[in-house]
């Protein structure tokens, strides 16, 4: 499925700080893949997925690229043991992409967070944008409020605190996960449950019209196919509810444009 044209309208949305929760297997990492690119202003991810966003005229030139920042907060050699020492890990694989050279001052991953974005911003003087994937991999499996849960909390608490504190120097940010585990809601907007987001990650709005709930179905429970969903921790509100959320926005949006159509 081409979903090219909804990277785009993920980047028209009102907030330019973005949170999105879904299971895992439904386009997150490939929909940052686009967003990157699309920043990036190169075309390896379309092309590679032959989207129709190369042939609606829309124009990719380097010069006008912004400076990415992208990391997971969970990589295949991160476990609850070694998570600090892995994502300083990370975060120095950064500094090598961008040549700077003072990494080793720095010995927790926000410090080093922390200067990695003054020096890439000439100190607020430039705008980036940061897309950060895999929020909350690493505390799924771990047991909710256990010590070592919240040693995890914490340090990635701690680089959120980070990217709040530049935050008039992000020009978009991106964090996607399957749950929140933090306090980040006076920062950005969270769209998990929003009908702006419903067709960009998992969802069709042709399918909703098709349906038929507006009229035929009203007041039965429409159920989702079967799908496996990881639920987690504190993460209470089933992917059902993403849907019900959904349907109600649109019909809320739609429901005198599609009267007599459906």
């Not at 989207?51 to 829309?58: A, R, V, Y």
């Not at 476990?79 to 990494?103: H, Q």
């Not at 909703?208 to 035929?216: D, H, K, L, R």
């Not at 209470?236 to 959904?246: C, H, N, P, V």
Request: charged share 25%.
């Amino acid at each position: 499925i081409d979903k090219s044209l909804d990277a785009i309208k993920l980047l028209q949305l009102n907030s330019k700080h973005v949170m999105v929760l879904r299971p895992p297997k439904f386009g997150k990492s490939i929909m940052m893949d686009m967003i990157e690119d699309y920043f990036l202003q190169r075309t390896g991810s379309f092309q590679r997925l032959n989207c129709k966003i190369l042939t609606c005229g829309l124009k990719f030139a380097k010069e006008n690229a912004t400076t990415v920042i992208r990391f997971k907060l969970k990589t295949n050699m991160m476990t609850r043991e070694n998570y600090n020492e892995e994502l300083l890990g990370e975060i120095k694989k950064l500094y090598e992409k961008f040549k700077i050279s003072n990494f080793d001052t720095f010995s927790s991953p926000n410090d080093a967070l922390e200067n990695l974005i003054a020096e890439i911003t000439c100190y607020g003087q430039k705008k980036i944008v940061v897309l950060i994937d895999d929020i909350d991999s690493i505390l799924l499996t771990i047991k909710y409020n256990s010590p070592i849960f919240q040693e995890i909390v914490s340090t990635i608490q701690n680089i959120f605190e980070v990217i709040k504190r530049w935050k008039d120097s992000i020009k978009f940010l991106l964090l996607l996960g399957v749950a929140n585990f933090y306090n980040i809601s006076d920062f950005v907007k969270d769209y998990t449950y929003r009908h702006e987001t419903a067709g960009i990650f998992g969802f069709n709005l042709i399918d909703m019209i098709n349906s038929n709930i507006f009229y035929n179905q009203v007041g039965e429970n429409i159920r989702l196919p079967e799908t496996k969903v990881q639920t987690f921790g504190n993460f209470q509100k089933s992917l059902q509810a993403i849907y019900d959320f959904s349907l109600y926005d649109f019909r809320q949006a739609t429901q005198s444009n599609l009267s007599g159509k459906i």
